[in-house]
Each structure stands twice: as structure tokens, then as C-alpha cells.
T-cell receptor, first 114, second 114 residues
């Protein structure tokens, strides 16, 4: 079945450091890929998405490129801020199977220190 | 903006009690979901509903039931709460957006069963 594996945390960075959170997936079809963010005490919010190979999703300085050849969707940001401290979830849904079947990674907690 | 609300942010119940968690969305979405979130396990789907009175089991339905009598409201019921159901419960809703079904989440209910 479909699944998502993302790098384990926690990740601690200094402000203005470069961020990478790795995400790889297993899917039988052609999934859509997502990054969600969960700030303390809140639900998940969609951060960015990509629906086909080589698409790049971007939002708030974060980027991720859908790489079919490496089955990856790594999240990157060039310069993190304290306000980026949150838990980040990689997820996929397979439109050919059942778009209601969204699979989430375990989440990566990011802490950014001033 | 899509708004998904959950009836309680924090709930403490005793073992054996019947527990109701309520979720309401205001954007006329067809699909609604209940997940539980546990550290290191990410989000696991309990049940989802794609229409009024329709429901399907997710990955971990045991010990739970759901009710969807109106399109905007989706209830999760713990028939007889147990300590292993202590968790964060997240409700979500979605509608098709291009080829990807983005899910919109509520703030979560942290349930403690003692």
C-alpha cells in the first residue's frame, strides 16, 4: 500500500540556517504530495503541494519538488525563522485509488533558536 | 476561509464512559475525516464520510463509531472509553481541488481517559 517515510526529528537549527526535511514515498499510482505544518496547540495547515512529477510547490519561503525518479518530496527553506518552529508532516494521496486515502508521515519537529 | 471547528480542545473522561467528539465545517465539503495523532505515529485514519449518512472505516476503527446526520457535522463516538484511547483527535474536511484533495483540519481535541 501507499506510505510515506520522513526523517525523524527533532531538528534544532539556529535562525537563518538552511532547512531540509527529507520525505520519501511508496505508491503504486501517481500520487499527489503535500507538506502540512502544525504549530503548537493547533491543527494541521496545508503548507504546499505538488500534483505531478517535477512540479515544485512553494509557500512562505518553503519549497519541495516532486521527484518521481527518487520517489522523494524533500522540504527546504533557505533561511529559517523562530516562527517556523512547528511539526511538519509529509503526506500523499493517490487520485487513481481513492483520494480520500491520505497517508501521513510520522512528523518532524523543528525548533529554531534565536 | 474554510473553518473546521471541534467541540472541545481538552477533555478528561473516565474509563468506560461514552464519549462524543463533535466536528463542524462551514464550507459545504462532502468529505469529512477523523484521525488520531500519537507521537511517532503521525496521523492514523479512524473513519471518514463522503456524504450524509455514509461512512467508511479507516485504519483503526476498533472501539470507535461515527455519525453524520447533516453535511456539516461529523461526530466521533467512543462507545466505552479506555486508557489506550488517550490521544489527540483531529477532524478534517475536503473537497476536490484540481487533482488533489486538500484536507482542512480543526484545532484538535486532546482526550485523556483515566
Amino acid at each position: 500500500g501507499n506510505s510515506v517515510t520522513q526523517m525523524e526529528g527533532p531538528v534544532t537549527l539556529s535562525e537563518e540556517a538552511f532547512l531540509t526535511i527529507n520525505c520519501t514515498y511508496t505508491a503504486t499510482g501517481y500520487p499527489s504530495l503535500f507538506w502540512y505544518v502544525q504549530y503548537p496547540g493547533e491543527g494541521l495547515q496545508l503548507l504546499l503541494k505538488a500534483t505531478k512529477a517535477d512540479d515544485k510547490g512553494s509557500n512562505k519561503g518553503f519549497e519541495a519538488t516532486y521527484r518521481k525518479e527518487t520517489t522523494s518530496f524533500h522540504l527546504e527553506k533557505g533561511s529559517v525563522q523562530v516562527s517556523d518552529s512547528a511539526v511538519y508532516f509529509c503526506a500523499l494521496s493517490d487520485p487513481l485509488r481513492n483520494n480520500n486515502d491520505m497517508r501521513f508521515g510520522a512528523g518532524t519537529r523543528l525548533t529554531v533558536k534565536p | 476561509d474554510v473553518k473546521v471547528t471541534q467541540s472541545s480542545r481538552y477533555l478528561v473522561k473516565r474509563t468506560g464512559e461514552k464519549v462524543f467528539l463533535e466536528c463542524v465545517q462551514d464550507m459545504d465539503h462532502e468529505n469529512m475525516f477523523w484521525y488520531r495523532q500519537d507521537p511517532g505515529l503521525g496521523l492514523r485514519l479512524i473513519y471518514f464520510s463522503y456524504d450524509v449518512k455514509m461512512k467508511e472505516k479507516g485504519d483503526i476503527p476498533e472501539g470507535y463509531s461515527v455519525s453524520r446526520e447533516k453535511k456539516e457535522r461529523f461526530s466521533l463516538i467512543l462507545e466505552s472509553a479506555s486508557t489506550n484511547q488517550t490521544s489527540m483527535y483531529l477532524c478534517a474536511s475536503s473537497v476536490a481541488s484540481g487533482s488533489a484533495y486538500e484536507q482542512y483540519f480543526g484545532p484538535g481535541t486532546r482526550l485523556t481517559v483515566t
